[in-house]
């Protein structure tokens, strides 16, 4: 195409070239210094959705700390920013999650984590997810017939087992017992509760209440007001276990002298830890809700920063048992977590 251009073109074509490419090179070198704010990061964003149960449940702020402190955290250690946006509904609402997880896709976020109140209605959601290229773990409440990559939380099961098998103990391995069970749709319950009907059956001196697993709306209050109007109605009740630990988060839940009726729970967060100190509770088998935020997004920055997946999906978090005996470390783990 040059040849066909006249000499004189050609010469004054190479001039502006020569005069134009110094001013390109400085534009291209010094603008972004020129436009960038003080202090402001060059690192990629990764925006990472949390969607727990419920708010009103004081399992999952907790693990909403969790979260906000790993974002800080581990961002810098990933080369990242990290945003986290949480999208937990009020009440427990499967639909209302659903609704979460939908939008986030719309948004092509980089990661979802949800704790799921119900299997049926959030999976095709979850799935979607993960077909539009967002990674999606569960926490809390596993939902393994998804598209989810990781899940972190409780060995559900487990979770039941030793709930009933630290009440055996506490009640002398005899007595009628009942079980405070949450939501009856809520898959991890469903797990745990199984776990206590295993560990029912190796004792025989313990007997299950007829009609004694209460299910329950998982508010503090309604929670109470369950356990209460149960053991009214049932004074032969001399144990109780409760796979979630909603009846603890309110101040007077526990109508009885402390000792008089046995009680182990799942969970050990600061506002149930006054109940081991009454003597109310005989031990508190805690979780790591915390770490129900922490891990997820740890997970999530492993995938999407190193396309990396845990071998197995599973990633099981140990209980710790809490009794009047240490509930005071216990309590300053709390203290140091929350302060972050």
Known sequence: MLRALSPLFKSALFCFVLCLAPTLFLAGCDKPAQDMPAGASTRRTVVIGIIAKSQSNPVFPAAHAGAIAAA????????????VEILTPTEEDAVKQAEAIESLTRRKVDGIAIAASEARTVTPAIDKAVAAGIPVVCFDADIPSSKRFAFYGTDDIDCGRTIMRELSAAMGVKGTVAVIAGNEAAPNLQNRL????????????IKLLDAGVIY????????AEALQMAQRAN??????????????????????EPGTIKVVSCDALPAQLNYLRSGHVQALMAQDCYGWGTESVRLILDKVVHDKAPADPRVIAPLTKVTKENVEAFAGSWDKWLSK
Request: hydrophobic fraction near 35%; proline fraction near 9%; aromatic fraction near 12%.
């Open 72 to 83: 800080a955290e581990l961002g810098p250690k990933y080369g990242v920013d990290v945003k």
């Open 194 to 205: 199984k776990g206590v009907q295993e560990e029912l059956a190796k004792h025989p001196g």
């Open 216 to 223: 329950h709306v998982e508010t503090p209050e309604k929670a």
């Open 235 to 256: 004074p032969q009740i001399q144990g109780w276990a409760f796979i979630g630990g909603w009846p603890l988060f309110t101040n007077d839940a526990l109508k009885f």
